[in-house]
């Protein structure tokens, strides 16, 4: 794992931001209590390498704060971004692995780590976290077909407004009132959505400022985005489900 410019212990379980939703949300305070002694904050400033391809990854990781890309790069030196890290996201296996992607801060980001052997022995005496692993594994790997999706079938305009979607849907999920305009920072550049979109940085800004000028958003800032019309925006995406949002 790489070396952040900052590590520090400061940050409290009570205070988490992504509690309710991390590998930790189902343990009990006593249970906490446990992780505390155990784990250590790191923090990377957008564009420091958190790992890279064949590093050995001995750490169970939540991300508490900020983004990071996984990424893959081809013989021709293009980048494709396979995936994403955003707020409550686990990164590791239990056991430890060797990376198989390139992990980069896109932005300013803390991961909450806790060893992997010290991960072993937390789970056996506390069942709930090794379930909670599964599931969250199981996300992931749904996450990472309907993204096969995303890239094999749906235009340009559908891609765009599909990663735009999936934002929306986390802060719907975190609380944000999906019949109010859903406001967030974009976790990566244009560039960075390019890669991750399989598009060109022009097709990227051009469909963005298209959507905004059709009404479905507004772009207040270079990273700002707020929906004004989710359902207009779901339909957009190209999907006949609900896009998992509450009713």
Same mark, same amino acid.
């Given at each position: 794992?790489?070396?952040?410019?900052?590590a520090?212990?400061?940050?409290s379980?009570?205070?988490c931001p992504?509690?309710?939703?991390?590998?930790?949300?189902?343990?009990?305070?006593p249970?906490?209590e446990?992780?505390q002694?155990h784990?250590?904050v790191?923090?990377?400033?957008?564009?420091?390498a958190?790992?890279?391809?064949?590093?050995?990854?001995?750490?169970?990781?939540?991300?508490?704060?900020?983004?990071?890309?996984?990424?893959?790069?081809l013989?021709d030196?293009?980048?494709?971004?396979?995936?994403?890290?955003?707020p409550a996201?686990?990164?590791?296996?239990?056991?430890?692995?060797?990376?198989?992607?390139?992990?980069v801060?896109?932005?300013?980001? %803390?991961?909450?780590t806790?060893?992997a052997? *010290?991960?072993?022995? !937390?789970? /056996?005496?506390?069942?709930?976290? =090794?379930?909670?692993?599964?599931?969250?594994t199981?996300?992931d790997?749904?996450?990472?077909?309907?993204?096969?999706?995303?890239l094999?079938?749906?235009?340009?305009r559908?891609r765009v407004?599909?990663f735009?979607m999936?934002?929306?849907?986390?802060?719907?999920?975190?609380?944000?009132?999906?019949?109010?305009?859903?406001?967030?920072?974009?976790?990566?550049?244009?560039?960075q959505?390019?890669?991750?979109?399989?598009?060109t940085?022009e097709t990227?800004s051009?469909?963005?400022?298209?959507l905004?000028?059709?009404g479905?958003l507004?772009?207040? %800032?270079?990273?700002?985005?707020?929906?004004? *019309?989710?359902a207009? !925006?779901? /339909?957009?995406?190209?999907?006949d =489900?609900?896009?998992?949002?509450?009713?």
């Amino acid at each position: 794992m790489g070396h952040p410019r900052r590590a520090d212990d400061r940050l409290s379980c009570a205070a988490c931001p992504v509690r309710s939703a991390a590998l930790c949300a189902g343990c009990t305070a006593p249970e906490l209590e446990a992780w505390q002694d155990h784990r250590r904050v790191r923090r990377y400033e957008a564009g420091e390498a958190v790992g890279h391809t064949g590093d050995r990854l001995n750490v169970m990781a939540t991300v508490v704060a900020g983004s990071a890309t996984l990424s893959r790069g081809l013989e021709d030196g293009r980048t494709q971004i396979v995936g994403l890290l955003l707020p409550a996201n686990l990164l590791g296996r239990p056991g430890g692995q060797r990376l198989a992607h390139d992990i980069v801060a896109a932005t300013p980001l %803390t991961l909450c780590t806790i060893g992997a052997q *010290d991960f072993a022995g !937390l789970s /056996a005496t506390q069942p709930g976290v =090794a379930a909670r692993v599964l599931d969250m594994t199981m996300a992931d790997l749904e996450a990472a077909r309907s993204w096969m999706t995303v890239l094999g079938r749906k235009t340009a305009r559908e891609r765009v407004a599909s990663f735009l979607m999936m934002l929306a849907h986390r802060e719907v999920v975190a609380g944000a009132d999906p019949n109010r305009p859903v406001a967030f920072d974009l976790p990566l550049t244009r560039e960075q959505m390019a890669d991750h979109l399989g598009l060109t940085i022009e097709t990227v800004s051009r469909q963005l400022t298209t959507l905004a000028r059709e009404g479905l958003l507004a772009l207040p %800032t270079r990273r700002g985005v707020r929906i004004i *019309d989710l359902a207009c !925006l779901l /339909a957009e995406t190209g999907d006949d =489900a609900d896009g998992g949002l509450p009713t």
